[in-house]
């Protein structure tokens, strides 16, 4: 072997004497640079100082097998964190925006909404400090675990680190396998005395109760709240679109192009009927009478003695060409755009629709009004596409019946330049105007539900929401990574990016936190934080170029979804399929198994509380169950790897399904079993304790020789040798260094004498360090 070919940093030959044999490390080198087998120039804007180690193991035939290990830091821990920041910094200063425009409020919620906007800036102001300190910062990617309480590096993930395994094997393909490993995302500086994210979440929304009846609010669900932030980001992402739309339908029909007409308005009767369906609510409609009665002078409407008329929701036209059939549609004949209803109530909308205000003050409030404003928008999109239909079918009539030779002259004498777009214009305007009305009543309603929810939870809500954002920043970053690496490690695999865009990936998290202590609060806000990661998609995109800045991922959105998107260079980008090349949104399904192995889940086992536990992997089976159930309907098998290990995913899954449902001590084949299952099904790999540093070390090697042992063949003589060589000189030993600047686990007696026996290290490599 050449070893200086293996890695282009300095190479020192170990010879360390383990129990009278030679320690199988060959070869190693610290802060090297990439390996193109591993990572390779791409990746380099995105993965930092490695460290390589090189390893010979004898296999079952007395072969010897090369494997190099090698793990980095990721860029990544720091970029994510920043741009989910500024986006939160973004997104409560659009809603402090949306509070001041609810216009003129009764002095009690005037005052509400005055406090409530004070918090807010409380808030964006504590995000900006923490962006300028984290713009500050220069050195490594990562944040060591003695940091992990730092305030300024609160949304920074601890310890956050890549690590590849290599196998190279006589007469065999090269394999390789992948792992991230991660503290636990959690509010490290925020503390865990009264618990972490999942109870302090349960208790907020029985407190909210009691406040709302305290602030004379009405109370709003979890469901209700975020369907109220859906509703606004349809608005925000659909009005602007609808508009546009209707701005180059106009300029369609002035140029005369039927097919850019016919197009455009096939794309604008989408997007209108997806902007109508999202304010087909009831809590929309609730929500505009409650603000009605927090306006000045509110009088509540006087009862008659006729029950109002319902206001059936207008269908929908399938396609352009088709009108609403409900017996207060508006259908238009007239070419010139004239309008015949076929009945009297309500008026069409024949043009500019003459405008109310958004809530009427000083005055009764018709519930029914925002049913027929609410309707206009279908009447008015109907009315445009019977007049397209006119126009063109006139047109076709022209072409049939006129001589080609003459027919030039005829569309200049009847049809001339512009006559399309002026008949088209006054719907459009109306419909412009309608969406416009019906998108402000419907933001504004929804706004007030919002601060509703903000005054109710005055008290710790908005601390509450902060928790979750510094929890979220640190297992997307984290989840970012993941799929970076495994998307870069599959490029060439059709079977993988076949799976990707069809159905998508699984990222399974392992944890190691025990049930007890602060460890479960640590556990709690986990729960949480990877649980929030499936409001997330990916999407690949082209870079603009190969310059590092260019192939940093980007993420963009709001809090209840966020897009990560993806640059790859150009050459790789062609190799992808084209419904990933078209921006197709990626999917990922998280899921989260624990099994506490410390002296501390000893105790909880015992005199304490496991059910967090079982809840947590539980729950996540069924996810995981699910998943396969779908990737089966739809990714052929012959997509995923193939395995040495008999046993299929099918039967992986139902013993999975016995263990986490069996009473039994510290059963870490739960993980053991979740981890395989991974493999198996392309999924993304992380490995988590509360540091990453010490438990995470151990699992991570004892891994890597499973994997040697039942992929590889290794000699079941080296599995212990192989195992503490990797814990006593490998990258994990080099991870501990970074973070602590001493070459030895965190681990005494007590909690060596309560791990399971594969996860000890060996003597000499632990002592009672600060961790």
């Not at 800036?121 to 060591?144: A, C, H, M, W």
């Not at 925020?190 to 009405?218: D, M, P, V, W």
């Not at 980001?233 to 508009?243: D, F, H, K, M, Y």
Request: charged share 25%.
């Amino acid at each position: 072997m050449k070893m200086g070919e293996i890695e282009d940093g300095e190479a020192d030959h170990i010879t360390a004497d383990i129990q009278g044999q030679k320690c199988a490390l060959v070869c190693e080198s610290l802060h090297g640079t990439t390996n193109d087998k591993d990572y390779g120039p791409r990746m380099s804007a995105l993965f930092k100082n490695p460290v390589c180690k090189v390893y010979r193991f004898q296999t079952v035939d007395s072969k010897w097998m090369l494997v190099r290990e090698q793990m980095a830091e990721s860029t990544l821990s720091f970029t994510i964190p920043k741009q989910l920041i500024t986006l939160h910094i973004q997104e409560d200063s659009r809603r402090i925006q949306e509070l001041k425009d609810l216009g003129e409020l009764s002095p009690h919620w005037d005052n509400l909404r005055r406090e409530v906007i004070t918090r807010y800036d409380q808030v964006i102001r504590s995000y900006q400090e923490n962006l300028e300190e984290l713009d500050k910062l220069t050195g490594p990617s990562f944040k060591p675990s003695c940091s992990k309480a730092q305030k300024y590096l609160e949304f920074i993930p601890i310890n956050l680190h890549t690590q590849r395994m290599r196998v190279t094997c006589p007469r065999k393909t090269d394999a390789f396998y992948d792992i991230i490993t991660v503290g636990a995302p959690a509010a490290h500086f925020q503390g865990f005395k009264s618990g972490g994210l999942q109870r302090l979440l349960g208790r907020y929304e029985n407190e909210k109760k009691s406040y709302s009846t305290a602030y004379q609010c009405i109370y709003y669900s979890p469901e209700q709240t975020a369907r109220a932030r859906d509703v606004l980001g349809t608005l925000s992402e659909l009005q602007p679109l609808i508009g546009s739309l209707a701005d180059r339908l106009l300029h369609a029909a002035q140029q005369r192009c039927a097919h850019a007409l016919r197009d455009t308005l096939k794309s604008l009767a989408e997007k209108t009927e997806q902007f109508v369906h999202a304010l087909k609510d009831e809590l929309v409609k609730s929500a505009l009478l409650a603000l009605h009665a927090a306006r000045p002078g509110y009088v509540s409407k006087t009862q008659t003695q006729t029950p109002p008329l319902q206001t059936r929701a207008p269908q929908m036209p399938s396609h352009p060409g088709q009108t609403v059939t409900e017996p207060d549609a508006v259908v238009c004949n007239n070419v010139a755009g004239e309008q015949t209803p076929t009945k009297a109530e309500p008026p069409p909308p024949a043009g500019p629709l003459e405008r109310q205000d958004s809530i009427p003050h000083h005055k009764e409030y018709d519930e029914e009004e925002w049913d027929r404003v609410w309707a206009n928008v279908a009447k008015s999109l109907n009315c445009v596409i019977a007049l397209v239909d006119k126009l063109q079918e006139q047109d076709n009539n022209n072409q049939e019946s006129t001589p080609d030779q003459a027919l030039a002259d005829v569309i200049t004498s009847h049809n001339p330049t512009g006559e399309w777009r002026e008949q088209l214009s006054p719907l459009v305007a109306s419909l412009k105007e309608c969406v416009t009305e019906v998108g402000d009543r419907a933001q504004k309603s929804m706004t007030f539900v919002l601060l509703q929810e903000a005054v109710c939870s005055i008290p710790q809500g908005l601390f509450l929401q902060q928790r979750r954002d510094v929890v979220f920043s640190q297992a997307l970053s984290a989840l970012a990574c993941g799929f970076v690496m495994r998307l870069y490690a599959g490029l060439e695999d059709k079977g993988f990016l076949q799976q990707l865009h069809l159905v998508g990936l699984v990222a399974q998290f392992e944890s190691l936190l025990s049930t007890y202590s602060e460890e479960i609060g640590m556990l709690e806000d986990m729960e949480t934080g990877i649980s929030d990661l499936h409001r997330v998609t990916f999407r690949i995109t082209e870079a603009k170029s190969d310059d590092p800045a260019d192939l940093q991922p980007v993420v963009s959105g709001r809090r209840d979804h966020y897009t990560v998107e993806v640059p790859l260079p150009q050459q790789s980008f062609q190799m992808i399929p084209p419904e990933l090349r078209e921006g197709k949104p990626l999917q990922v399904y998280p899921v989260l198994f624990n099994v506490g192995i410390n002296e501390q889940q000893t105790i909880a086992e015992r005199f304490g509380d496991i059910s967090l536990q079982e809840r947590i992997n539980q729950r996540n089976f069924e996810i995981l169950d699910g998943y396969f159930k779908t990737l089966s309907d739809k990714v052929p098998s012959e997509c995923l790897p193939c395995f040495q290990t008999q046993m299929d995913v099918k039967e992986l899954l139902e013993t999975l399904g016995q263990n986490v449902v069996t009473k039994k001590r510290k059963n870490v084949e739960i993980l053991w079993l979740a981890g395989t299952i991974c493999r198996r099904l392309n999924g993304i790999r992380f490995t988590s304790c509360k540091s990453a540093k010490d438990r995470t070390s151990m699992s991570v090697t004892l891994e890597q020789c499973a994997l040697l042992r039942d992929e590889h063949q290794l000699n079941k003589d080296y599995f212990i040798r192989a195992l503490d060589c990797m814990r006593r000189e490998g990258c994990r030993i080099e991870n501990v260094q970074k973070n602590i600047k001493c070459r030895k686990y965190a681990f005494n007696i007590l909690q060596l004498m309560a791990f399971p026996k594969c996860y000890r290290p060996p003597e000499g490599t632990y002592g009672k360090v600060d961790s």
